[in-house]
């Protein structure tokens, strides 16, 4: 391993030029304006496949956008045969104004690197391919068999992820996948993720009048779309942050006194959290910790609401009609179909007679846990110790990657969340960027992990 970690530490700026290339490409998957960027995005991660080395490279096209994979299968039977898995497709931008530097124009300032995708997942995905790439320059080989799958539609739902890996269970077959699309818990702090939030994403529409009225003519005689929606919500929670809708706890698997006193014991600075959200009071799930709030417990919240008259001034006006995103962010054991029909039926039975509502559900996904004591956590735990020189702590995240719970059910396959982003690095908003170092310390730390791996008897 020595060679390789020389490799890795003398070509360092070689990888940070490099990684550019795949950031300066607009891989929105939301956008159609941008489908032509992320078929481009597909074909940069093809040709980087093929050049480091491995084998068996495809695009294949989903009535979406396409789904890369390639494969280095010759350490041998007795080797393990790890699938790594990561999204190249981006968030939109907007709000544009609000970012420094132009988003798909890379720029380092200090310790970082800004762009969108620099942490969620283009870096992170990077990471993994350098590291092949080192050990394929030193050994001509890999140490363990690498299948590589990268997908374009992760940030929309993964739509057409589920059904190529059931047509696909051969092709996929594993030991363990491996997934960088997670955070560190801090800086300096290696971490393993063992459990995601699932999600279901909800839109709720009320109608009022059949058309906008004069609001002296026509108010206080018939109801206000928007006020009605405001009452509908404001019954979904109540003041202490438990959600209302009838049955939504049900399923939870609520976290276990063990579990609780590992959440006690992470380096946690509440202070400096509520500082670095200028906020000065945080609000939650009474009876739980903010850090249990924001990973171990389900959530709802209101993504975007609109309707009625929104221009400067005033405009007297009863809108017609009246619309709010709402999202629930789920805890293993929820499934999305039933929440949202419990959250469909709830909304139905506290709607006032006086407008009509729709509920549709946009997208969902399951959330999961995964085992913390397989020989592939293990393996990862004396890599991070290798790449950052200290030993990993294990954790929750709030953040949903449906696809781990479709590995886990399809491919019967351990997952392994080793993530190298940061909690503050603007993943989904203006100015995201990745921390350099634990760029080159990821790099260094799956390097190692390969190596780790392919000492497990299987
Ligand atoms: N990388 C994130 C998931 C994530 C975020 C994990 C934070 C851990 C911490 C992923 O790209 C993502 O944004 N997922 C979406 C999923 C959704 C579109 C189904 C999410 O969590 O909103
Ligand atoms: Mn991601
Ligand atoms: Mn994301």
């Known amino acids: 391993m020595e060679k390789i970690e020389k490799h890795i530490n003398d070509n360092r700026n070689n990888f940070i030029e490099e990684l550019k290339k795949f950031l300066e490409i607009p891989s929105i998957s939301t956008n159609p304006e941008n489908k032509g960027d992320v078929k481009k995005c597909a074909e940069y991660v093809k040709d980087e496949l093929k050049n480091i080395g491995l084998e068996n490279v495809k695009v294949y096209e989903t009535p979406g956008h396409p789904i890369v994979y390639g494969e280095w ?178 399923d939870v698997l609520n976290l276990t006194k063990k579990e609780r006193e590992e959440y006690a014991r992470l380096p946690f600075d509440e202070k400096k959290y509520m500082k670095g959200l200028e906020t000065d009071e945080l609000f939650g799930e009474e009876g739980y910790t903010t850090l249990e709030r924001a990973s171990g417990r389900p959530t709802l919240d209101c993504n975007g609401i609109w309707g009625g008259f929104q221009g400067d001034g005033a405009k007297t006006v009863l809108p017609s009609k009246a619309f709010a995103k709402i999202s629930m962010r789920l805890v293993p054991n929820q499934e999305p179909e039933k929440i949202e029909k419990l959250f469909t039926e709830y909304v139905k039975k506290i709607s006032p007679k006086s407008v009509k509502v729709e509920v549709k559900s946009l997208h969902g996904g399951k959330g999961a846990i995964t085992p913390i004591d397989s020989p592939g956590v293990n393996a990862a735990v004396e890599a991070l110790k290798k790449g950052f020189g200290k030993s990993p702590v294990f954790v929750r995240e709030g953040g949903s990657i449906p696809v781990v719970n479709t590995f886990q059910t399809l491919l019967k396959s351990p997952t392994i969340l080793l993530g190298f982003g940061l909690p503050d690095e603007n993943a989904h908003s203006p100015d995201e960027h990745l921390n350099l170092n634990n760029f080159h310390r990821g790099i260094l730390s799956i390097a190692h992990y390969f190596n780790e791996l392919s000492k497990i008897k299987l």
């Open 73 to 250: 299968l010759k350490a041998g039977k007795d080797k393990p045969t790890v699938l790594v898995y990561g999204h190249y497709d981006v968030q939109p931008v907007d709000p544009i104004e609000l970012w420094t530097d132009p988003p798909f124009q890379p720029t380092i300032k200090g310790e970082n690197i800004y762009a969108r995708g620099s942490a969620d997942d283009k870096g992170q995905v990077f990471i993994h391919m350098k590291s092949i790439q080192s050990h394929m320059l030193i050994n001509k080989s890999l140490p363990i068999n690498i299948k590589f799958l990268i997908e374009g539609e992760e940030e929309i739902g993964s739509v057409n992820l589920d059904k190529f890996i059931d047509d696909n269970k051969e092709l996929l077959k594993c030991d363990y996948v491996v997934v960088s699309d997670t955070a560190m818990f801090d800086h300096d702090v290696p971490s393993i993720c063992y459990g995601l939030r699932g999600l279901a994403y909800m839109q709720v529409e009320v109608t009022g009048p059949n058309r906008d009225l004069h609001s002296g003519s026509f108010g206080g005689a018939v109801n206000n779309p928007i006020n009605a929606l405001a009452h509908i919500i404001s019954k979904l929670k109540d003041d202490k942050g438990k959600i209302l809708i009838d049955g939504f706890y049900d």
